[in-house]
Nanobody, 123 residues
Framework: VHAVQSGGGLVQPGGSLRLSCTSFRIFFSDYDWSWVRQAPGKGLEWVAVIEKGGDTTYYKDFVKGRFTISRDNAKNTTYLQMNNLKTEDTAVYYC?????????????????WGQGTQVTVSS
């Protein structure tokens, strides 16, 4: 594990959570970062990506307008603000280094990963 995550938990539909991912084991600011998730019985999918400088971001359509990715290079931390959560957002969320133009390629053997954090959206 190269990054430490925090901020998951149980929330009702429509609620909000903010995930954090901090790494001091690598040169944090040298990397694009991605948040990916894995729902029960499904594969890994990226939801948001932020490039090194923090000015360019990418979102999957199903989270646009609800999730916001950001980073603070001075704190070696990336964040995922999740608003208006839906039951289908229930998953384990991971932060991982990536190359933004190859963001569709996800493998647990590639990149530097956080330990994962459970997000459960349920009434």
């Amino acid at each position: 594990v190269h990054a430490v995550q925090s901020g998951g938990g149980l929330v009702q539909p429509g609620g909000s959570l903010r995930l954090s991912c901090t790494s001091f084991r690598i040169f944090f600011s040298d990397y694009d970062w991605s948040w990916v998730r894995q729902a029960p019985g499904k594969g890994l999918e990226w939801v948001a990506v932020i490039e090194k400088g923090g000015d360019t971001t990418y979102y999957k359509d199903f989270v646009k307008g609800r999730f916001t990715i950001s980073r603070d290079n001075a704190k070696n931390t990336t964040y995922l603000q999740m608003n208006n959560l839906k039951t289908e957002d229930t998953a384990v969320y991971y932060c991982v280094t990536t190359v933004a133009k190859y963001r569709d390629y996800i493998s647990k053997t590639v990149g530097y990963w956080g330990q994962g954090t459970q997000v459960t959206v349920s009434s």
